[in-house]
């Protein structure tokens, strides 16, 4: 029997026990998304498992505890975030996913840290979190299944679609776009161009 390094239906159970049960069932999704797309191309699949499953960790059904736990780790909210108070969770999600569930490898953990807004020269991990959380199966949205066809086009073609497609929603929407996602954007246009 194969041995897995970490617990991973430890780790379901706490997860469900603390976000929505749409939110588990995303991040389950999320979890296969992600394993799928590691086999593919050549990803460690055990960190892509548990960076895809605990993606979310910190979205708790309880949103005060967003805040509240953000504090206790000295998360400083800036005017951007303050304007972007939903990407939050996935700055948390590096603390929780750490200190929560144990998880000590620092590429796993950047990998959730940046699963909302993306950073400059993303490891092929975090372009698959990333991608995945956008493009998962149960992401019902009509860009969604339009952004799941990009799946074979490269881990870089695919996260740069997906956040294409999060900075249209925004402009679209007329909501508040946070600097880093166009930084991110703008990385994956270069690494795309080759320059
Ligand atoms: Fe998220
Ligand atoms: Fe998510």
Redesign the pocket.
């Given at each position: 029997m194969r041995t897995y390094m970490y617990d991973i239906e430890k780790f379901k159970e706490k997860l469900k026990s603390e976000v929505k049960q749409s939110r588990y069932e995303h991040s389950l999704s999320v979890m296969n998304f992600s394993v799928e797309l590691a086999k593919y191309y050549g990803v460690d699949e055990e960190k892509a498992r548990v960076a895809g499953l605990l993606?979310?960790c910190a979205?708790y059904k309880d949103t005060d505890k967003i805040l509240q736990k953000a504090k206790e780790f000295d998360i400083i909210i800036d005017g951007d975030l303050n304007h972007t108070i939903k990407?939050l969770?996935?700055l948390l999600?590096y603390y929780i996913a750490r200190d929560e569930y144990g998880i000590e490898d620092e590429e796993v953990l950047l990998a959730i840290k940046n699963?909302?807004l993306g950073r400059e020269n993303m490891s092929d991990l975090e372009k698959i979190v990333f991608y995945a959380?956008f493009a998962e199966p149960l992401r019902t949205y009509s860009m969604a299944e339009k952004l799941r066809e990009f799946k074979y086009e490269g881990l870089t073609k695919a996260a740069y679609e997906a956040v294409n497609y999060n900075l249209c929603y925004l402009l679209e929407e007329g909501l508040y776009v946070h600097p880093q996602s166009l930084k991110t954007r703008n990385s994956l246009l270069l690494e795309l161009k080759g320059e």
């Amino acid at each position: 029997m194969r041995t897995y390094m970490y617990d991973i239906e430890k780790f379901k159970e706490k997860l469900k026990s603390e976000v929505k049960q749409s939110r588990y069932e995303h991040s389950l999704s999320v979890m296969n998304f992600s394993v799928e797309l590691a086999k593919y191309y050549g990803v460690d699949e055990e960190k892509a498992r548990v960076a895809g499953l605990l993606h979310d960790c910190a979205k708790y059904k309880d949103t005060d505890k967003i805040l509240q736990k953000a504090k206790e780790f000295d998360i400083i909210i800036d005017g951007d975030l303050n304007h972007t108070i939903k990407v939050l969770h996935a700055l948390l999600g590096y603390y929780i996913a750490r200190d929560e569930y144990g998880i000590e490898d620092e590429e796993v953990l950047l990998a959730i840290k940046n699963h909302a807004l993306g950073r400059e020269n993303m490891s092929d991990l975090e372009k698959i979190v990333f991608y995945a959380d956008f493009a998962e199966p149960l992401r019902t949205y009509s860009m969604a299944e339009k952004l799941r066809e990009f799946k074979y086009e490269g881990l870089t073609k695919a996260a740069y679609e997906a956040v294409n497609y999060n900075l249209c929603y925004l402009l679209e929407e007329g909501l508040y776009v946070h600097p880093q996602s166009l930084k991110t954007r703008n990385s994956l246009l270069l690494e795309l161009k080759g320059e």
